[in-house]
C-alpha cells in the first residue's frame, strides 16, 4: 500500500504544474458530485441548460422549430374543440401502451391532455439528445433523468387525469378505488411496485420444479445435479453457471418454459449453479472467491461426479462475464492441455464494457463512490437497490404500468412466473461487487491482457483456446448484443455467434414452440469480424435457437452412455432440487 502511494506520489510529481492542478480540479469536482449528486441526476441537466445558453443560435433554431410544432397542436386543438377532424400532430411511439385506451382519441378534451404531454415530452427529449457541446455520456444520463421525471408526471399516472380510471371507478361505485389503495399499501409494505402476485407462485411447488439434488455445498454455491429423463445421455456434463444477481430458476421456471429440461430431455447431463444470497457477514467475500470457490468448485463437483476429464460449460449474464474470467484463468492455472472444460456457451454477456448499454447512466465515477460507500456501511448491496436501477431503465413498461393497473384500476396483480422471479432478489457482497463495479465496468480492465490479477493469475482474454458459442439478444438493453459481440475479437478458437430475436430475459428463455413465436441469426463470426459485416451474412431461422445450438452442443458431448443417477454412494443428496440457497431471503 505505502509502495502504491509512493509511485502515485512519484508519478503526479513528473507531470507539470498545469496538469497537476487539472488533476486536482478533476478529483474535488468528483468529491463534491459525490457529496451534493451521487448519481449524477442534476449534475447533467445543468450542464444541459448551460450548454444551451451558450450557444444561443442554436437555441433559437430549436425554439423557431419547436413553435412550429406549437402551432400545428394549436390547430389540431382548435379543430377538436369544434368537432372538425384532425389527425394527431403527434403520436405515441411504438410499444407505449398508455394512451390505447379509445377515449384518448375519441374525447376531445382527453386527447388534448395526451397531444399537449406527448409534444411536450417529445421537444424536451429531442432538445437534450441535441445539446451542443455536452459529451455522450452527459447527454444520455440528462435524457435518462428527464425521461424519467417525464414518465412519472405522465396523465395516465393520476387519478384525475386518467379517464380510465375515472370511468372504472364510475362502473364500480368506487369499488376499483377501494381496491386500488389496499393494492397500494400493500405494495408501500413490500417496499415496491410489485410486478406480479407474490402468492401465485412457489419455489419448488410451481417454479423449478425439474427433479435433482444438491451434490455439493460451500459457503458461496450449492450444486444442483439433475435426474435423468433419458436412459443414455451424452458423457461430457453441461454445467450452467448462472448470475449471482439473482436466482437460478429463470432456467427452469416450469416444465414448458425449463432450458434445464429441455437439455435433459435431448439426453444430456446437467448440472447448475444456485448461489448462498449473502448476508453482512460474507461483506469480505471476493471476486476471487466466485471464481475459485463458486465457479471452479462447481466444474470440479461436476467433473468427480460424472467421472469425466471436461465439462461443457455456460455462462449467463454475469455468470458469463464470470465464466469468461474463469477460462482466462484456467487456461493459465493448468494449460490446454490439462483444462477443464472443453468448450463453452456464453448467454448475453458482457466482457467489454465500453458501452454497456442503459446502466451506463449509473456507472461513472461518482456514482460508483456513492454505491460502494452504502455497500461498505452495510456489507452488501441490497438486491432491491438493484432491481429499481434496471427498472428506472424502462420505467414506463416495468414500474408506472404496474402502478395504474394496481392503483388507479384496483386490478388484482398477475401471477406471471417472469416477473415473480425478477422481484425474487439476492444481494452481493460488497468486497466482490465494489470490485466488479470499478474494475469492468468503470475501467473496463476485462480485455486488456493482464491488466488484472484473479486468484493469482494474470488474466488475458486472449489464451482462451476453447470453442465457443455464443447468444445475445436484439432488443437486450442491459447487454446490447453489439456490444456483447466483441467477445469474438478476443478468444482465438472457432466461434459460433447467435442473435435471437427478444430481449435479455424472453431472448434466453426461449423454448421451441409451433408456431414458432421468435427468430434467430446464426453464423460462424471470426476474429476481425465487425458486428455489421457478421449481420449481414447471418442466416435468419424461424424458432429457437436451443435448436441450433442442439446441433452445434450434441456431437462435443461425447458418446452416449448409460444415464447417471442424481446421486449415488459416494456423492450424496444434501438436499433435493431446488435446494437450499434458492429460498434465503
Excluded at 371507478?169 to 397500494?184: D, K, V
Excluded at 455464443?470 to 446490447?480: F, G, L, M, N, R
Aim: glycine content about 6%; aromatic content about 12%.
Amino acid at each position: 500500500m505505502n509502495t502504491r502511494r509512493r509511485t502515485d506520489a512519484g508519478a503526479n510529481h513528473k507531470l507539470a504544474p498545469v496538469q497537476v492542478a487539472d488533476q486536482a480540479l478533476r478529483q474535488l469536482h468528483v468529491q463534491w458530485e459525490s457529496m451534493v449528486d451521487p448519481m449524477g441526476v442534476f449534475a447533467p441537466l445543468v450542464h444541459a441548460q448551460l450548454g444551451w445558453w451558450s450557444h444561443p443560435q442554436e437555441l433559437a433554431e430549436s425554439m423557431v422549430g419547436f413553435s412550429g410544432h406549437l402551432w400545428a397542436l394549436q390547430w389540431h386543438s382548435l379543430r377538436r374543440m369544434i368537432g372538425a377532424p384532425s389527425v394527431d400532430p403527434v403520436r405515441p411511439h411504438e410499444g407505449d401502451t398508455r394512451f390505447d385506451d379509445p377515449v384518448w382519441h375519441d374525447s376531445a378534451t382527453w386527447d388534448l391532455v395526451k397531444s399537449w404531454y406527448l409534444m411536450t415530452t417529445r421537444h424536451t427529449q429531442d432538445m437534450l439528445y441535441s445539446t451542443p457541446g455536452l459529451s455522450n455520456a452527459e447527454r444520455r444520463r440528462a435524457a435518462f433523468w428527464w425521461r424519467n421525471w417525464l414518465n412519472a408526471v405522465a396523465p395516465t399516472n393520476f387519478l384525475m387525469t386518467n379517464p380510465v380510471a375515472l370511468r372504472k371507478a364510475a362502473e364500480t361505485l368506487g369499488g376499483s378505488l377501494h381496491a386500488g389503495y389496499r393494492n397500494f399499501i400493500d405494495d408501500m409494505q413490500a417496499g415496491m411496485v410489485r410486478m406480479s402476485d407474490p402468492d401465485g407462485f412457489k419455489v419448488g411447488g410451481n417454479l423449478a420444479t425439474t427433479p435433482g439434488e444438491v451434490v455439493f455445498r460451500n459457503a458461496l454455491v450449492e450444486v444442483i445435479h439433475y435426474a435423468p429423463t433419458r436412459g443414455r445421455v451424452r458423457a461430457r456434463p453441461v454445467v450452467i453457471i448462472t448470475p449471482w444477481i439473482n436466482k437460478f430458476y429463470i432456467l427452469d421456471l416450469n416444465e414448458r418454459k425449463s432450458m434445464v429440461r429441455y437439455l435433459l430431455d435431448q439426453g444430456l447431463d446437467v448440472y447448475i449453479t444456485s448461489w448462498k444470497n449473502p448476508s453482512a457477514d460474507q461483506r469480505e467475500v471476493s471476486f476471487d472467491d466466485y471464481i475459485v470457490d463458486g465457479v471452479h468448485a462447481t466444474i470440479e463437483a461436476a467433473r468427480t461426479q460424472s467421472g469425466q476429464a471436461t465439462v461443457h460449460a455456460v455462462g449467463y449474464c454475469i455468470g458469463g462475464t464470470a465464466l469468461s474470467t474463469y477460462m482466462a484463468w484456467a487456461n493459465r492455472r493448468f494449460g490446454a492441455e490439462a483444462m477443464p472444460v472443453a468448450d463453452w456457451t456464453l448467454l448475453t454477456t458482457l466482457v467489454d464494457f465500453r458501452k454497456p448499454g442503459d446502466i451506463e447512466v449509473f456507472v461513472d465515477e461518482a456514482s460508483v463512490n456513492f454505491i460502494t460507500t452504502g455497500m461498505a456501511r452495510k456489507g452488501y448491496l441490497d438486491g432491491g437497490q438493484m432491481a429499481s436501477a434496471f427498472r428506472l431503465l424502462r420505467s414506463n413498461s416495468l414500474i408506472w404500468h404496474f402502478a395504474v393497473q394496481s392503483w388507479l384500476y384496483g386490478e388484482k396483480l398477475p401471477a406471471f412466473d417472469v416477473l415473480f422471479w425478477n422481484m425474487d432478489t439476492t444481494r452481493m457482497p460488497y468486497r466482490m461487487h465494489a470490485w466488479y463495479l470499478r474494475e469492468l465496468y468503470l475501467h473496463n480492465r476485462l480485455i486488456e491482457p493482464n491488466a488484472l490479477t484473479v486468484a493469482g493469475e494474470p488474466i488475458d482474454l486472449n489464451q482462451i483456446a476453447q470453442p465457443l458459442y455464443v447468444v445475445s439478444a436484439e432488443d437486450d438493453h442491459i447487454a446490447p448484443w453489439q456490444q456483447t459481440f466483441r467477445i469474438i475479437h478476443f478468444v482465438t478458437a472457432e466461434k459460433r455467434f447467435v442473435l435471437s430475436s427478444s430481449g435479455h430475459i424472453l431472448g434466453i428463455v426461449n423454448p421451441p414452440t409451433k408456431p414458432a413465436k421468435r427468430r434467430y441469426w446464426a453464423e460462424t463470426a471470426h476474429r476481425a469480424d465487425r458486428w455489421e459485416a457478421w449481420r449481414e451474412r447471418a442466416t435468419s431461422t424461424d424458432g429457437s435457437w436451443w435448436e441450433d445450438w442442439m446441433r452445434w452442443l450434441k456431437p462435443r458431448s461425447g458418446a452416449l452412455v448409460r444415464a447417471r443417477p442424481a446421486v449415488d454412494a459416494e456423492h450424496p443428496s444434501l438436499a433435493p432440487a431446488p435446494g437450499v440457497y434458492v429460498h434465503e431471503h
